[in-house]
């Protein structure tokens, strides 16, 4: 179950800075030392994805780099409340303040959501959909269990997940204003495969948001 894993954690472990792991006081989001090398990096990252746009907080390296992957594969979700608070932030003031309807998430394979015991982005975007006032709904399922993105090259990125998502709901989605969570944006291939799936079920807009951003790691043309 992800919502108990998720309270658990953050009830039996006391909070730390996701960026270094030091002890923080609960309304914190980093420690001091962190806190300041972040405001220098923290910059919203306008980007896109096969037309969607994306904005992101941060550039994916160092410091937020082992933030997300601590989430993603040490169970850290108690990092996820402070790394949203920023990203809402920033939601706010490029997308505007009451800009959507409904928030929802890139899901996982159900195989793949079973071994790690949560996904992380719905974990995200439930945490934002809190923050914002903005209702969180699934609307997305992976119905194939792909590679994983992180471990393809361009080219296979583009086909890995062809075929991969599938609509839950179109009537939920209809002439609605959505807004589409990951935890980051690299070839843009995920969220772009994400989108037009949505884009079936007739919304009034589709935009992301992400944690961060690797998509200089790629050609600009071939992203946007």
Same mark, same amino acid.
């Given at each position: 179950m992800i919502e108990p894993l998720y309270? +658990? !954690?953050? +009830?039996?472990?006391?909070? /730390?800075?996701?960026?270094? *792991?030091?002890?923080v006081e609960p309304h914190e989001i980093?420690?001091? +030392?962190c806190m300041e #090398?972040?405001? $220098?990096k923290h910059s919203p990252i306008q980007g896109g994805a096969a037309g969607f746009r994306c904005i992101s907080s941060f550039v994916y390296d160092g410091k937020v780099r082992r933030a997300v992957l601590r989430i993603k594969y040490r169970k850290r979700v108690q990092y996820i409340p402070q790394l949203a608070a920023i990203l809402a932030q920033d939601i706010k003031s490029c997308y505007g303040e009451e800009c959507f309807d409904?928030? @929802?998430?890139?899901?996982? /394979?159900k195989t793949d959501?079973?071994? !790690?015991?949560?996904? $992380?982005s719905e974990l995200l975007a439930k945490e934002l959909s809190k923050l914002l006032g903005v209702p969180y709904a699934d @609307? %997305?399922?992976? @119905?194939? !269990?792909?590679k994983k993105q992180h471990d393809l090259n361009f080219t296979e990125r583009k086909t890995n997940l062809s075929g991969a998502f599938a609509l839950t709901d179109k009537e939920? %989605? @209809? *002439?609605?204003?959505? +807004?589409? #969570?990951?935890?980051? #944006?690299t070839? *843009?291939?995920t969220l772009s495969k994400c989108c037009k799936v949505l884009s079936k079920a007739r919304p009034s807009k589709i935009c992301c948001a992400t944690i961060a951003s690797a998509q200089n790691k790629y050609p600009k043309e071939t992203i946007i």
């Open positions: 309270y +658990l !954690r953050a +009830l039996i472990y006391p909070e /730390h800075c996701p960026y270094c *792991g030091k002890p980093a420690c001091p +030392l #090398i972040i405001k $220098q409904l928030i @929802t998430a890139v899901p996982m /394979h959501v079973k071994e !790690r015991g949560y996904n $992380q @609307t %997305l399922i992976k @119905t194939k !269990r792909t939920v %989605l @209809t *002439g609605k204003r959505i +807004l589409l #969570i990951d935890d980051i #944006i070839s *843009g291939n």
